[in-house]
């Protein structure tokens, strides 16, 4: 991260990775699609061993990237959520 000499130029950087973002979770949507269609029941669409795993995993690389584990940890529950009901209902629309 560099140094901003203006309130512009932080919020054109906020702006970049947001891009960068929003373009890596549509990546990762894609891949939460094709993993609907590999689970047999509503109760795998929901792996909450798997949710535990990847929260905890992310915990620990916002420790090594120095940044606040507290908000990496809100932010991905908060997708994982989003994609979880996403994936049941792409999976009940399958399952029919």
């Not at 689970?39 to 990847?54: C, G, L, N």
């Not at 420790?63 to 999976?91: K, L, Y």
């Amino acid at each position: 991260m560099t140094p901003c000499a203006s309130l512009d130029e932080v919020r054109h950087h906020i702006d970049r990775i947001d891009r960068q973002l929003v373009a890596l979770i549509a990546e990762r949507g894609g891949y939460v699609a094709q993993a609907a269609g590999f689970k047999r029941s509503a109760d795998e669409v929901a792996a909450s061993q798997r949710v535990a795993q990847v929260l905890d995993k992310v915990r620990a690389l916002a420790q090594q990237q120095g940044a606040s584990p507290e908000v990496v940890t809100a932010v991905w529950q908060a997708m994982i959520e989003a994609f979880i009901r996403e994936e049941h209902a792409q999976w009940q629309a399958q399952a029919k």
